[in-house]
T-cell receptor, first 112, second 114 residues
Framework: TQLLEQSPQFLSIQEGENLTVYCNSS?????LQWYRQEPGEGPVLLVT?????EVKKLKRLTFQFGDARKDSSLHITAAQPGDTGLYLC????????????FGTGTRLTIIP | NAGVMQNPRHLVRRRGQEARLRCSPM?????VYWYRQLPEEGLKFMVY????????ESGMPKERFSAEFPKEGPSILRIQQVVRGDSAAYFC????????????FGEGSWLTVV
């Protein structure tokens, strides 16, 4: 079973600061997704990355998929209180079996 | 994720009763996944189904849990003789099933066993 380690586990920063969270594994992924989950809600998809080295931008969020497809990062510029939440990476390992393995999560708090 | 519909959103059962959780996938999706999230833990894969087929049930507990996705109607996750440790949020997700395809989640069903 592949393990997805996310770091940091908890992060609390001031509004306006930048931050990066990481998702790492020793396994190669066929695709990787980032989700944000609010309390009492289901995970909401932010982005899917498939190609090694791929970079995707979503407003103030930048997602990068490592060249070897074993790791990913999420960078948030000028964080806002609305960015507060649990950020989860999730990956599929095998083509043909699309089940997701989730990371351990990063709980982000943005202080106004 | 608004397209994946789960019900009930909240369910309370006494120990020993049965719990049935339903999931209607997004329109056009034929692949369904069930995940469990225990309090203060991450999401753990339970089972992956296509219409009338179980593709991967490696995350399902060996006893009391079963899942189906019939040709017609929603997918059902069934927990028999519930115990307190079954209290969790159960999330359903769906996809088109093609490699690299995005998986969308429902808003979850919260089961409380008293």
């Amino acid at each position: 079973t592949q393990l997805l380690e996310q770091s940091p586990q908890f992060l609390s920063i001031q509004e306006g600061e930048n931050l990066t969270v990481y998702c790492n594994s020793s396994s190669v992924f066929s695709s990787l997704q980032w989700y944000r989950q609010e309390p009492g809600e289901g995970p909401v998809l932010l982005v899917t990355v498939v190609t090694g080295g791929e970079v995707k931008k979503l407003k103030r969020l930048t997602f990068q998929f490592g060249d070897a497809r074993k790791d990913s990062s999420l960078h948030i510029t000028a964080a806002q209180p609305g960015d507060t939440g649990l950020y989860l990476c999730a990956a599929t390992a095998n083509f043909g079996n699309e089940k997701l393995t989730f990371g351990t999560g990063t709980r982000l708090t943005i202080i106004p | 994720n608004a397209g994946v519909m789960q019900n009930p959103r909240h369910l309370v059962r006494r120990r020993g009763q049965e719990a049935r959780l339903r999931c209607s996938p997004m329109k056009g999706h034929s692949h369904v996944y069930w995940y469990r999230q225990l309090p203060e833990e991450g999401l753990k894969f339970m089972v992956y189904l296509q219409k009338e087929n179980i593709i991967d049930e490696s995350g399902m507990p060996k006893e009391r849990f079963s899942a189906e996705f019939p040709k017609e109607g929603p997918s059902i996750l069934r927990i028999q003789q519930v115990v307190r440790g079954d209290s969790a949020a159960y999330f359903c997700a769906s996809s088109l099933g093609r490699s690299g395809n995005t998986i969308y989640f429902g808003e979850g069903s919260w089961l409380t066993v008293v």
